[in-house]
T-cell receptor
């Protein structure tokens, strides 16, 4: 594809529901990142994959957050038992090489999650 | 801990003037410094980046300077245009797998 694709673009859920957010990185990109962006703030690191391996999940706010990339391509970020404070834009980014954060990262449009 | 400070938080300039945004990072392991532009409701877009073995990099109206000793880097936009209006973020990677973003600068260019 031409760029990083995320779906859905918007998601509204009731507090307590589970949600799943999808990221399709640029074809062939080795590194994949998830970020959370609160209104008026910069993106905050959540987790990083190199191919299918999750090498860093230190930014995940709680054990309700889970990410996977089973075949080293598409990734899913799952949030269980959503809370109001989970409302944010979730951004996915990919880069072509293994040392991901020290190479240009290409972002998707994000998923705007609203928890009622 | 890992920290990237960005100033100013808002910046208003007249069309044609220059704009300068400054960032300071804390971790000396950082060796790559990207700048992103984000328009309202859109994705962050990489506009320029610099590596630690270079002191300055230019791309048309945009330049970035890096002072590794002082741990700060700056974005310079010359001959600003209304379409430059957006939020700009600097970033630095204290580790190979983590990018830490600044808090952003909202730039407004008035015609």
């Amino acid at each position: 594809g031409a760029g990083v694709s995320q779906s859905p673009r918007y998601k509204v859920a009731k507090r307590g529901q589970d949600v799943a957010l999808r990221c399709d990185p640029i074809s062939g990109h080795v590194s994949l990142f998830w970020y959370q962006q609160a209104l008026g703030q910069g993106p905050e690191f959540l987790t990083y994959f190199q191919n299918e391996a999750q090498l860093d999940k230190s930014g995940l706010p709680s054990d309700r957050f889970f990410a996977e990339r089973p075949e080293g391509s598409v990734s899913t970020l799952k949030i269980q038992r959503t809370q109001k404070e989970d409302s944010a834009v979730y951004l996915c980014a990919s880069s072509p090489v293994g040392i991901g954060a020290r190479q240009p990262q290409h972002f998707g449009d994000g998923t705007r999650l609203s928890i009622l | 801990g890992e920290n990237v400070e960005q100033h100013p938080s808002t910046l208003s300039v007249q069309e044609g003037d220059s704009a300068v945004i400054k960032c300071t990072y804390s971790d000396s392991a950082s060796n790559y410094f990207p700048w992103y532009k984000q328009e309202l409701g859109k994705r962050p877009q990489l506009i320029i980046d610099i590596r630690s073995n270079v002191g300055e990099k230019k791309d048309q109206r945009i330049a970035v300077t890096l002072n590794k000793t002082a741990k700060h880097f700056s974005l310079h936009i010359t001959e600003t245009q209304p379409e430059d209006s957006a939020v700009y973020f600097c970033a630095a990677p204290p580790k190979a797998d983590k990018l830490i973003f600044g808090t952003g600068t909202r730039l407004q260019v008035f015609p």
